[in-house]
């Protein structure tokens, strides 16, 4: 628990300056996403400052995100009135989903599920199962790992892992800032 709060304090203070991976742009793999879907309800997982809540939300989708840091959550209700869109952001831990009802028939998750520990993932995939709709998608943005051991990133055998419940529609590695492999993962929940 207390190492929980100090990753949170620490977390929360890259928000006081530039949190470099808050960019404000909603990615191209997002916008290809819902270009070519029927707006539904969305779920961001680790939403930062709303950028795509918003998005979402201008696209026709009932948007609601979840954040843990408490400056990005503030600053993204404020972009959200600024907006003018339905959107809701509440201030919360992606392992702490109870007061969440499903079923959300897009859950978008950049750069969340790869900071989590193992038990902590175990928890993240049952809420998946618990709030994704069926036929709906989960993209995921992760840093790659070698191995399930390593503190950030996803690794085969955690891609393995959500397979066992997520049928795999597509993967795609790149690089972040051309310095760590990355991916993006397209599950859908057949």
Known sequence: MLVRLINRLKYNSRYLIHAPWDTGITPPEVLKFITNRSPGRALDLGAGSGTNIITLANAGWDAVGVEYAFLAVASARKKIRHAG?????????????DFLRGPFDLILDIGCYHSLGLNDKKVYNTNLLRLLNKGGTLLMYAFLSEDSSEKTGISQQGINNLSNWLKLFSGVKGKERDIRDSIWLEFNNE
């Open 85 to 97: 869109v339905n959107a809701k952001i509440y201030l919360h831990d992606v392992i702490d989903l």
